[in-house]
Every structure is written in C-alpha cells, then in structure tokens.
Nanobody, 121 residues
C-alpha cells in the first residue's frame, strides 16, 4: 500500500522558517519525489522535486530559499523553507512520480493529503 503523509506545516511571520516532512511508504516504482502547493483559488503548482539520483529542481520563486532533501534510509522527504513570504501561503503536498520537470515530477502517481502553510506579513 502506498502512503504519503505530510507534517510540519503551520503559521509563521514573513521571514520565518518551516520544515516540512513527508513519510513515504510503499513507493517502489517512482524515481521522483516532489513538493507541490495550492493556494486558495489557484491551481496546484510544483515547488521542488528530487530524483532518485539526487538531482534537484526548483521553481524560480523559491530558489535560494527552499531546499528539498530525502533520506532513503528513513523513507522521508523534506522541504526546508526559509525567508518565507506571504505568497508562499498554501496547502503543500508531497507526491511521487517519474522523471524531473521544472520544479516538479512528471507523471505523478501518488499524492499525500497535504499540510497547510500560512505566512503572515
């Protein structure tokens, strides 16, 4: 059974930091793990992704502020978010797919339920 469980969301002031984690269970056919977000009234967008070979990709708006990492031994995907901005406010989702795209995985097959991040000005 595939299960992706996010944690670590919360409310912070602009300039603050949060670290999101995703516990990954049962994903054996995907070579990419990624973080996506969806703000109220907007489409879901890829934020950052990491290939099983360690290659990473980010969307331009988070480069230099967010860092994606994975710990295969612990089956955990993380997203360190620094210098947060109000426009980073969204529900953040963990996902598993195939291949890297710009800030995301291709062919996402599995999604977590999300964790809310709220950044106040």
């Amino acid at each position: 059974q595939v299960l992706l469980v996010e944690s670590g969301g919360g409310s912070v002031q602009a300039g603050g930091s949060l670290r999101l984690s995703c516990a990954v269970f049962g994903v054996t056919s995907s070579n990419c793990l990624g973080w996506y977000r969806q703000a109220l009234g907007k489409e879901r967008e890829g934020v950052a992704a990491i290939h099983s070979d360690g290659t990473t990709t980010y969307i331009d708006s988070v480069k230099g502020r967010f860092t994606i990492s994975q710990d295969p031994a612990k089956n955990t995907l993380s997203l360190q978010m620094n210098s947060l901005r109000p426009e980073d406010t969204a529900m953040y989702y963990c996902a598993a797919g195939q291949g890297l795209w710009h800030g995301s995985c291709g062919g996402v097959a599995y999604w977590g339920r999300g964790t809310q991040v709220t950044v106040s000005s």
